[in-house]
């Protein structure tokens, strides 16, 4: 089996858009990978155009270490985001190849079937008003829809740090969220990388007695100090990782003690082939695991298969039950959350065990969208189409 053509569709949405890729063997085979590139979709196609001719084309699908290596070592520059998701989605593929050529679930490659139920959390939900009432009726929502954890970002457009006001109005969003789900219900408290390590400490203090399952990316990546800082505030567990890239670039983070929860995203850390690497590295630190997922059907999948089988897996992000819901209908058999328990089943078709429907993708052209976190409003998710700033 040898790969033979590399091709990409993208769907837009009015906050994401989501890109797709097929990769085709000689012997009549499609491998399907996904990822949400933030901001830099053009970018992403033209590194998976040139990455795909160079290293992929001509090549096996099982050889997703050499792939690595190559993407990794010939190219000689920094692996950073896009380099690191051309890579994931390749892999993802690659695997779905491997997957249908043995019969078997991706899970099956990856060690096995750890857990049959893969408990989620949800995401996208908190699309009202900055308004505690409000806000804490959507919540309502999301636990009767099966949901026993769901995440929310309370500070709006802050940026470095909070007024006395808006801090207030932060603390007063998670405790009517709180109030209204009861105790047993895990709130996650997003912080998108937004302030300065003194005003996350700060905010960190005052949310603790709001028992967040965790604190997450309270200071930009690039600030271990800061993060340090947040780490003295509060014993509340610390969750980050979306936007570390490769995994020696977490060295730092659980050597220091300074990460909980290890939330890398398989589709920014080269696929599978990368996040099972640092699942190794998390066991030997005794951490957990809870993958970014801000995609679609197809990554939402890859996900699942590597939640089956992960040892350390704390929970999984899930956005399509409440953002762009119509999602699921890009493919077939895509992955759902049982509103019994808040699980996704473990999956048992061969390879990813979906296909992608260019019809119903054809129906969602790209909305060359630019999210923007920083823009009032941003958690609408739903008039960001063509926005430029």
Known sequence: MKITDVRSTVVGTPWRELTFVEVHTDDGRTGLGEARMLNKTDTLLACIAELSQRHLIGSDPFDVERLAWKVSWEEYGRVG???ATTLAVLDMACHDLMGQALGVPIHRLLGGTMRERIPAYANGWYQGSRDPEQIAELAAAVVKRGYRGLKIDPFGAATAELSAAELRRAIDI???V???VGPDVSIMVEMHGRFTGAAAAR???ELTPLSPEWLEEPVPP???DGLRLVRAATAVPIATGERVHTVPEFRELISGGLVDVIQADLTHIGGFTGLRKLAGWAEAYNLQLAPHNVCGPVGTAANVHFATSAPGLKV?????DFADSWVSGLTTDSPTVDAVDGA????TAPGLGLRLDHDACAEHPRTHVHFNLVREGWERRDSLAGAHS
């Open 81 to 83: 985001e896009v380099t």
């Open 174 to 176: 998670v405790g009517a």
């Open 178 to 180: 709180r109030d209204t």
């Open 203 to 205: 905010i960190a203090r």
């Open 222 to 224: 690039h600030d271990v």
């Open 316 to 320: 999984l992000e899930h956005f399509n």
């Open 344 to 347: 996704f089943a473990a999956p």
